[in-house]
């Protein structure tokens, strides 16, 4: 009699390792269906011979803790994601903002409501003012505004030669404004359109010439170099604010021009 063993096919799982009894269609540990092939037939490479079996309920506890893993990380559309970019990164960033939601990015720029709102606050104040107060803030706007035309023509007009000249004659009594001014058409001479003033100064006028001569402007350091002016000086110049004076003096009477 031939002694010859059959060689019995021993089953494993190929997913949890299991062994299952030859015939077996599907594993008696995690339900997968098995492959029915013996270990002589099967590949080396596709033999799954396990050192130890592991528990069911420790297979199942594995699988769940997987996919709750694989369902956090996987990424809410098909678009791959740059280095940097993923679901982890974003989360790190979210949660050091400070009160930030876990995995919320952080809000570092205004929404278009929130501008929008604040818009629309900065419009409501004129808005919300009733017709009265309207017309007073009105009124005094327009009051401010008048004041400063006013202040400006006058700044101008004395700065001009005629409303410099016309400026002083109230700080003079009308008889010695009369006789020096009205009387002596060489005292002030305006010509070239208002841009030249030509004024004769003795020593008689004096007072008036320097009143003129503050209201345009005059320095002090041009007024003493006229008073310190000699015959044997010549003719002189200075100018300041846009304005030239050229003067002489010929022992009795001083001749300046002004031009701007």
């Keep these: 009699m031939r002694k010859n063993k059959e060689r019995t096919g021993a089953m494993f799982c190929h997913k949890c390792g299991a062994q299952a009894v030859p015939g077996q269609q599907f594993c008696p540990q995690c339900g997968t269906k098995l492959v029915a092939a013996e270990v002589g037939a ?47 990164v974003q989360q790190a960033v979210g949660s050091s903002a400070a009160g930030a939601q876990p ?70 009594d009308s008889e010695h404004w009369n006789l020096n001014v009205n009387e002596d058409p060489s005292m002030f001479e305006i010509s070239d359109g208002g841009k030249t003033l030509t004024a004769e100064i003795t020593d008689y006028n004096a007072d008036i010439a320097t009143c003129v001569f503050d209201k345009l402007g005059m320095p002090d350091s041009v007024h003493a170099k006229m008073s310190k002016t000699r015959a044997l000086d010549g003719t002189l110049t200075d100018s300041w604010g846009g304005i030239k004076a050229t003067w002489m003096y010929d022992g009795e009477t001083m001749s300046v021009v002004l031009e701007r």
């Design 103 to 172: 995995g919320a990015m952080p809000n570092s720029a205004p929404s278009v409501a929130a501008v929008a709102t604040a818009a629309t606050a900065k419009s409501s104040g004129w808005n919300s003012l009733d017709k009265n107060t309207r017309l007073v803030v009105i009124a005094a706007a327009c009051v401010v505004v008048l004041a400063f035309c006013v202040f400006f023509y006058l700044r101008v007009s004395h700065r001009s030669f005629q409303g410099a000249i016309d400026s002083c004659q109230s700080q003079f």
């Design 42 to 88: 099967m590949p080396l490479a596709s033999a799954q011979v396990p050192s130890a079996q592991v528990p069911s309920a420790q297979v199942a506890s594995a699988q769940s803790l997987q996919s709750s893993v694989l369902s956090q990380i996987s990424p809410q559309s098909s678009t791959p994601q740059s280095p940097g970019s993923g679901p982890f």
